[in-house]
């Protein structure tokens, strides 16, 4: 499904307005500096502007070919007569409003919106949007029943038939990876901020769990919320929040033996995921098109060997597991 063509790949929720309102200019010109400089899996979710995402995604890739896209489910869409100015934090969201359904016919409905909303043909790749998270609500025994008694058998059923060639979840916890894994058949998950120069949490013992189940990961979130492309300059942020003087002290050091190997902290950060087998993509998304084309190149550029090694001698990050 994914090789090595795929390494490098694009997630879309900022096209839709995360944070900050983005015109129909810039998302194209993301859109196509991606492409042009190789690009070719892409990313996205219903829940990424209320399928504005979607929409802008499937309207760019229709008269193309040779793009693997994955979309995710768990989350229904449905319209809303008094929308908010700006919905979950997203500008250019569309006036929908949603909520939660891993049930076998949220998830059938789910993927019939999302062809609808990117006027395509497939989906290749089926994410569970969010399950098991503290931060959405999802950490629930109602919502891992609706999963595991109902919404499993829709996954079966899309990846039999053929509508989608590979399913998995699309989360941010470790814990939900290490509790779903061997309880239904995955093929990949989607893990943010888990597996980063700052955090390696997967390792311990996801990494072991994969292996097991033959379940490769795309990682996202590799900047940890910025402080990895920015460095450890005031008001930077981790985790969706402003960094802890440790923290600070941590991507200080980090950054340190970086520049005693002549490598950038972002291209580091960038290329890190990537050393591991396990990692089938990592992913970065942006509005802008001239950061875009920095992070392929830092992407791209020629970092050492030894910086890896330095990195574990100084307990930075852990060996392989």
């Known amino acids: 499904m994914l090789n090595d063509t795929h390494r490098l790949a694009l997630g879309t929720a900022a096209l839709a307005g995360l944070y900050r309102p983005v015109s129909h200019s810039a998302v194209q010109d993301v859109l196509t500096s991606a492409w042009d400089n190789g690009i070719r899996y892409y990313d996205t979710a219903p829940h990424y502007g209320n399928g504005a995402s979607e929409g802008l995604l499937g309207n760019f890739l229709r008269d193309r070919d040779g793009w693997v896209l994955s979309t995710k489910v768990g989350r229904v869409l449905t319209p809303d007569s008094d929308p908010p100015e700006v919905i979950n934090g997203f500008h250019n969201a569309w006036p929908l409003k949603q909520h939660f359904d891993f049930t076998y016919d949220g998830i059938m409905r789910s993927v019939e919106d999302s062809f609808q ?177 920095r992070n392929i190149a830092q992407f791209n550029a020629p970092v050492p060997a030894a910086l890896w090694d330095d990195l574990i001698t100084h307990g930075m990050i852990a060996a392989d597991q």
């Open 117 to 293: 909303r990117l006027g395509l043909n497939r989906i290749d790749i089926l994410f569970v949007h969010d399950i098991g998270d503290p931060d959405a609500g999802t950490d629930t025994n109602h919502h891992r029943a609706q999963l595991l008694e109902s919404g499993v058998k829709a996954l079966e059923e899309l990846k039999a038939d053929g509508t989608v060639k590979a399913v998995g979840l699309g989360v941010n916890t470790v814990e939900i990876c290490e509790e779903l894994l061997g309880q239904f058949e995955m093929d990949l998950i989607l893990l943010a901020g888990r597996y980063t120069l700052l955090d390696q949490s997967a390792r311990i013992r996801l990494f072991p769990l994969l292996r097991q189940h033959n379940v490769r990961l795309v990682i996202g979130g590799v900047f940890n919320s910025g402080i990895l492309a920015t460095g450890p300059r005031s008001g930077a942020h981790y985790n969706y929040a402003p960094a802890s003087p440790e923290i600070l002290e941590k991507v200080a050091n980090i950054e340190a033996v970086c520049a005693q190997h002549d490598t950038a902290l972002p291209a580091a950060a960038l290329q890190y995921p990537d050393q591991h087998p396990l990692v089938a993509s990592t992913l970065i998304g942006t509005s802008k098109a001239t950061s875009l084309k």
